[in-house]
């Protein structure tokens, strides 16, 4: 008899441990499905790496992707239009984004971003899962023919740095850089 006792609550361990491990697997399974269901982080651009990925951008801030940053070369640096000063083209680049006119964003973006998102359509896709609502400039801060300004951008999630640096060149303001990270002073 005391075999059968024994036994039975042998029984009974197994089936607890088989609970707690269905449980468990629940649990990893919803928490793997909140991930691939969430708002994608903000992508860093550095220059360590140049790969792209779908977003939550895939630059920009954008699935997940990083930009190496192009040399700089005025043939194919983006210009900012006639007329248009730095922090008005910054202005200009986040009010589109708000707006959701991302044809006229991604004209105002340099080079290597551009390449990274492919298309206006392409960075649409993935800038607009932000849900960015509003926008800081920081102070323009030159040296030289650069002027840096960082610029903030805010979402429901978080919000989201940048640091650009244009350049002027003859009497031509280019879009030199764009880099995550930044403090708005």
Not at 106 to 114: T, V
């Amino acid at each position: 008899m005391p075999d059968q006792s024994q036994s039975s609550n042998q029984q009974v361990i197994v089936y607890a441990l088989i609970a707690i491990a269905v449980l468990l697997a629940a649990i990893v399974g919803f928490m793997i499905y909140q991930q691939t269901h969430a708002v994608p982080s903000p992508t860093a651009t550095s220059s360590a790496s140049s790969t792209t990925t779908a977003p939550g951008s895939s630059t920009t801030g954008t699935g997940s992707a990083s930009v190496a940053p192009a040399a700089f070369d005025v043939k194919t640096a983006t210009k900012l239009p006639a007329g248009l000063t730095p922090q008005a083209g910054l202005k200009q680049y986040n009010e589109a984004v708000i707006g959701n006119k991302f044809d006229v964003a991604y004209g105002l973006l340099p080079l290597a971003q551009k390449q990274s998102y492919g298309s206006a359509d392409s960075m649409s896709s993935q800038i607009k899962q932000y849900g960015i609502t509003a926008y800081k400039l920081g102070s323009p801060q030159s040296s030289g023919a650069d002027t840096v300004i960082v610029s903030e951008q805010d979402t429901p999630q978080m919000n989201i740095t940048y640091t650009w640096t244009y350049t002027k060149v003859g009497g031509t303001w280019y879009i030199k850089s764009r880099v995550m990270g930044g403090a708005i002073q």
